[in-house]
T-cell receptor, first 119, second 111 residues
C-alpha cells in the first residue's frame, strides 16, 4: 500500500510570497494533520482535517490555512511568507476510527515532508 | 494537553537492550501513552501505545507504571537503525489527529 506522499519535496520562496503544499494520504485514511518542524521549536501541530472539516487547530497565525478535498487529499497554504516560516512541513494521515472499548485506531502515518526555504 | 519529560539524549551499544524513560505525572485517566520515533531525514513513525497494561509489538515493548505517572519504552536489542529521536506523547482518546511533540530523546547506538 502506498504511503503518504507530499509535493513538492523542496521549495524556495521569497518573503511576502505565498505557497501551497500538497498531501495525499494513505488510501482509506480520513484524517490528515499538518506539522511544522524547525530546529528551534521542534515538531509543532498546525491543524487536522477530517471529512473536509478542520477538526483541530494549533497555535499558528491566520497566514497558515488548509483544506481537505472529498478524496481526503489536503493542501496547506502559507500567505505572506516570513523568514521564520522556513521549515520542514510534515503531513500525517490516519484512519481515525474508534474501536470498541474506547481505544481509537488512529496511528499517524507521516509523509517525507516538504522542505520550505524562505529567502 | 498533559506534558511529558524525557532525557535529552541516551547512548546504547548495538545488540544491547535500551530503556527509554518518560515521566508524565499529570496524566489524566483518558490519556493514552504513545511513542513515535524519527529517523534521520524522515518523518516520525509510530512505535507503540498503551493505556494501563504493558504492551508488546514487533518493534518494542512499553512498560507502564502502576500509577501511570511514568512509562518506559524498551528496545530489546538495539541496532544501528534504531538511532533516532524518540518521542513520548500523551493523547486523549478523542484527540485523534493531534500529536503534541516534546523535545524527545536522541538515541545514539554505538557499534
Amino acid at each position: 500500500k502506498a504511503g503518504v506522499t507530499q509535493t513538492p519535496r523542496y521549495l524556495i520562496k521569497t518573503r511576502g510570497q505565498q505557497v501551497t503544499l500538497s498531501c495525499s494520504p494513505i488510501s482509506g485514511h480520513r484524517s490528515v494533520s499538518w506539522y511544522q518542524q524547525t530546529p528551534g521549536q521542534g515538531l509543532q501541530f498546525l491543524f487536522e482535517y477530517f471529512s473536509e472539516t478542520q477538526r483541530n487547530k494549533g497555535n499558528f497565525p491566520g497566514r497558515f490555512s488548509g483544506r481537505q478535498f472529498s478524496n481526503s487529499r489536503s493542501e496547506m497554504n502559507v500567505s505572506t511568507l516570513e523568514l521564520g516560516d522556513s521549515a520542514l512541513y510534515l503531513c500525517a494521515s490516519s484512519l481515525a476510527r474508534r474501536l470498541a472499548g474506547g481505544d481509537s485506531y488512529n496511528e499517524q502515518f507521516f509523509g517525507p515532508g516538504t522542505r520550505l526555504t524562505v529567502l | 494537553d498533559a506534558k511529558t519529560t524525557q532525557p535529552n539524549s541516551m547512548e546504547s551499544n548495538e545488540e544491547e537492550p535500551v530503556h527509554l524513560p518518560c515521566n508524565h505525572s499529570t496524566i489524566s485517566g483518558t490519556d493514552y501513552i504513545h511513542w513515535y520515533r524519527q529517523l534521520p531525514s524522515q518523518g516520525p513513525e509510530y512505535v507503540i501505545h498503551g493505556l494501563t497494561s504493558n504492551v508488546n509489538n514487533r518493534m518494542a515493548s512499553l512498560a507502564i507504571a502502576e500509577d501511570r505517572k511514568s512509562s518506559t519504552l524498551i528496545l530489546h536489542r538495539a541496532t544501528l537503525r534504531d538511532a533516532a529521536v524518540y518521542y513520548c506523547i500523551l493523547r486523549d482518546v478523542d484527540n485523534t489527529g493531534k500529536l503534541i511533540f516534546g523535545q524527545g530523546t536522541t538515541l545514539q547506538v554505538k557499534p
